[in-house]
Nanobody, 124 residues
Framework: QVQLVESGGGLVQAGGSLRLSCAAS????????IGWFRQAPGKEREFVAT????????YYADSVKGRFTISRDNAKNTVYLQMNTLKPEDTAVYYC?????????????????WGQGTQVTVSS
């Protein structure tokens, strides 16, 4: 069982930065791949970024590539999403999710555990 708690969301102007954190409970956290997803009002949840259990592999959605960076610190049971050059279209609730298979995947239904989400609002 893994419990995930996101933090770090907030209101920021376009061009600004935020760093989201996904803190996990559970001794097996280091075995899980972690993904970040987001959902804007009236839209489906979409993939943002993912990182493998070791941190050796990452993958990003085209819409955030070059602006967002995912990383993890298994000693702290935490995964981060550094978001730079934010745009109004990045406004959404951001969720982290854990996949027991440990390898990167963008498929929502492959993830076993989800956090409650943190709101990110980017003003123009």
């Amino acid at each position: 069982q893994v419990q995930l708690v996101e933090s770090g969301g907030g209101l920021v102007q376009a061009g600004g930065s935020l760093r989201l954190s996904c803190a996990a409970s559970g001794r097996t956290f280091s075995r899980y791949a972690i993904g970040w997803f987001r959902q804007a009002p009236g839209k489906e949840r979409e993939f943002v970024a993912t990182i493998s259990w070791s941190g050796g592999s990452t993958y990003y959605a085209d819409s955030v590539k070059g602006r967002f960076t995912i990383s993890r610190d298994n000693a702290k049971n935490t995964v981060y999403l550094q978001m730079n050059t934010l745009k109004p279209e990045d406004t959404a609730v951001y969720y982290c999710a854990a996949d027991f298979r440990g390898t990167i995947t963008i498929a929502t239904d492959q993830y076993d555990y989800w956090g409650q989400g943190t709101q990110v609002t980017v003003s123009s």
